[in-house]
């Protein structure tokens, strides 16, 4: 990043001309030459109370260079730390604790839309924040739906209607890394100074996440039931690129409620097909996934759609997370 790391180099030239352009100067009257030397010990034993706030200033500075870049909601936060690194500064829409589905927005949270360099949501997931970008977020607004490859419909026994689109592409490594890719992309047409910083992050983050779905594909191969029954329908994506088949209680978004029917159907799969697990979310209430492992005898483990961390969350990002459910997954499906 040669610009920010030059941002120095100005002070330091000065104080190098000012400590040796006197001393290249020869001789001088005694007098001065205390007097210089009272300057230059001034100079090399400036106390940190001195130095501070150049410091300060010079944080500020950088602070100031970073691109500001907006995130709707967690797992796009994560994409956008990974691949704009430090030079970027990640605000993000949905707070920590949130469920991203539900997200309202007031006035203040849209206050600083307009500033953004890049704003990254995923159109049709959070209406708020359609309609927020829309409004505020101008040429900043990405979409990053196209890059996410949505293939896969609403899974069957959800409401009747027009098909629905999953959206819930980052539980597949693979889709994750190419909306990385896009993302550090559209960082560099923003940014074009540090493009190839953005693309190597980029490239690093993909070779990361190839390696994650390896480790998934490895511990999934072979294990005692392949129906993974979760608490909303998160899980399509991942069911898909490890050969589940995934039973969800609730619909795409939690708030859509399973009818008592959808719950005996349910619960009905989990007795037929020997299901020992319901896998429940840390971010919503698990009644319906207790009212199906009642009556099944199933238990009860936590599977982390990674929709936003919290204290409650099985690690400490997206990576972490992702690294937890594979080990919940493995002994729920009773992999080997
Ligand atoms: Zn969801």
């Not at 691109?67 to 605000?91: H, M, W």
């Not at 899974?155 to 027009?162: M, Q, R, T, V």
């Not at 995934?246 to 719950?263: M, R, T, Y």
Request: aromatic residues 6%; hydrophobic residues 45%; proline residues 7%.
């Amino acid at each position: 990043m040669p610009p920010r790391a030059s941002l120095r180099a100005p002070h330091r030239a000065s104080l190098r001309a000012q400590l040796q352009a006197p001393l290249r100067a020869g001789r001088r009257p005694f007098f001065r030459r205390i007097a210089l030397a009272g300057a230059l010990i001034a100079l090399l034993v400036a106390p940190a109370g001195c130095v501070s706030p150049r410091a300060a200033q010079e944080a500020a500075e950088a602070t100031s260079l970073q691109v500001p870049v907006t995130a709707a909601f967690y797992p796009l936060a994560y994409l956008l730390e990974q691949v704009g690194g430090p030079g970027v500064k990640v605000f993000t829409l949905t707070k920590p604790g949130v469920e991203p589905h539900d997200l309202e927005l007031t006035p203040k949270d849209l206050v600083d839309l307009p500033k953004m360099s890049v704003v990254a949501y995923l159109k049709g997931f959070q209406p708020a924040v359609d309609e927020a970008v829309a409004q505020q977020a101008g040429r900043a607004a990405y979409d990053v739906s196209a890059a996410a490859g949505l293939t896969l419909a609403a899974p069957a026994g959800g409401e009747a209607g027009a098909p629905v689109t999953d959206l819930h592409f980052w539980l597949d490594p693979i889709r994750y890394a190419a909306v990385g890719t896009a993302l550090a992309q559209r960082l560099a047409d923003a940014d074009p100074a540090h493009a190839a910083d953005y693309q190597a992050r980029a490239a690093a983050f993909t070779s990361s996440m190839t390696d994650l779905d390896r480790t998934f594909a490895t511990g999934l191969k072979s294990c005692a039931t392949t129906k993974l029954v979760t608490g909303h329908a998160a899980f399509g994506y991942l069911a898909a690129r490890y050969g589940l088949t995934q039973v969800p209680i609730a619909g795409l978004s939690p708030d859509q409620e399973p009818s008592a029917k959808q719950l005996a159907d349910v619960a009905a799969t989990v007795k037929a097909a020997g299901v020992r697990t319901i896998f429940t979310e840390t971010l919503v209430d698990p009644k319906f996934a207790q009212t199906v492992a009642k009556e099944t005898g199933a238990t009860l483990a936590l599977l982390d759609p990674v929709e936003g961390i919290t204290d409650l969350s099985p690690g400490k990002d997206y990576r972490a997370v992702m690294l937890a459910n594979l080990a919940a997954l493995r002994t729920g499906l009773g992999c080997a």
